[in-house]
């Protein structure tokens, strides 16, 4: 089969650095191309050629060994403190909780104050905090799959959290089944790079004149997308300032992120986007769930959990008793949420963004083809407006 390294073809690379941190010489480095993903380099003097890299890639080879009929629910936690602090049903939380209890170690993507994304592990409840919560920035494994490796062998249980493509490349890894390993793949739209991210930090610093010192992809308190930088002002007064775009297309990120603009080249052929999926456990939004189940409440998100393995199902047996769920029809599900069985399909725009922003600068793509037009602005309004006219409604006559 065709590989990236036989090929050069970044189509065909997902940036997991599986190869990277399975060599024994060290002979790889994770180095950012023109638009700023990550690919494997080959640094020669110290490459002896055995092939291990390839044999590892599962990019080319992807493992549909999770073969039993996958059971879907949409889900969240009971505590609603608990689920606030959550993108969506808090299911994940409810996951790493149960096995830190057990003397476990979480490991998952966090985003630091320098706004760098990337995987770590956590021993405590309270480390948890940092892998909460939604990160559209491809994540750097770094060297956490050495990591798990030595803990896995050492006896300790491991639950690894991230990208189709991630849990992919852990397992390629490994190269062997470990019983005390649990993992979650996360229902993926595609990964920007962390370049890109920076690039948007710059530009809400500049336009705001101040330090971004907290970031969110989300609002923890509501269930949807949105913009929340937290900026410290550059003046002697250092105040701190919030600013919130209600929206994802007010975000000029956001926006090429949801437009599907700024994804890595392998995103739009994923072999990932499949049922099988690779995780024990695969986490999304439960998009639709009014449809899919009518009696739960959407305000505050609801996860959409498909339960792929024995390990999976285990697992969700321990935690059971926290969380309200229903069992829903998988392919309904996947209806409003796509990304669950195809990857995402690359606008006719994609091969020439990265090359205007280099040219041109960012701050010209977010005037530009990160700006949505008028009309779709007005729409997003009006929806929203019109939810909040039929809940006020919908109160008052509850209240009759």
Known sequence: MKSYFSTLDKSLCSGCAACQQACPF????????????????????????????????????????????????ASYVRDLDERCQSSSGAIFYAIAKRILDKGGIVYGA?????????????????GLQDLRGS?????????????????????????????????????????????????????CHGVPPQRLFDMHIHYLENRYDGRVEKYMFRDPAKWGGCEIAEIVDSKKTGERHTYVRPSYILSPYLYGFIKGMTL?????????AHIPRQGDITLADCWGVKQLAPDFNPDHGVSLALINSGSGRRVWSEIVNGIDFRKIDITR????????VKPSVMPKIRPAVFGMIIDKGYKEAA???????????????????????????????LNL
């Open 26 to 73: 060290d002979a790889l480095v994770m180095k950012p191309d023109e638009e700023g993903f990550l690919f494997p380099s080959k640094i020669a003097e110290r490459c002896t050629d055995c092939g291990l890299c390839e044999r590892v890639c599962p990019f080319p080879k992807p493992d549909y060994s999770n073969q039993i009929e996958p059971e879907g629910y």
């Open 110 to 126: 966090t985003i630091n104050g320098r706004m760098q994304v990337y995987h770590k592990g956590v021993e405590c409840v309270d």
């Open 135 to 187: 990160k559209y920035v491809q994540s750097a494994t770094r060297d956490v799959f050495r990591e798990i490796r030595f803990y896995l062998n050492n006896g300790r249980t491991v639950y690894y959290s991230g990208t189709g493509c991630q849990v992919a490349g852990l397992k390629a890894f490994l190269r062997k089944e470990y019983t005390n390993l649990v993992t979650s793949d996360i229902v």
């Open 264 to 272: 890595r080249y392998s995103c739009y052929n994923c072999p990932y």
């Open 333 to 340: 599900a996947v209806k409003w949420n796509g990304c669950v």
């Open 367 to 397: 005037s530009t083809i990160f700006r949505p037009p008028v009309k779709e602005v007005v729409v997003m309004y009006m929806k929203k407006y019109v939810k909040i006219i039929l809940g006020r409604r919908m109160i008052k006559f």
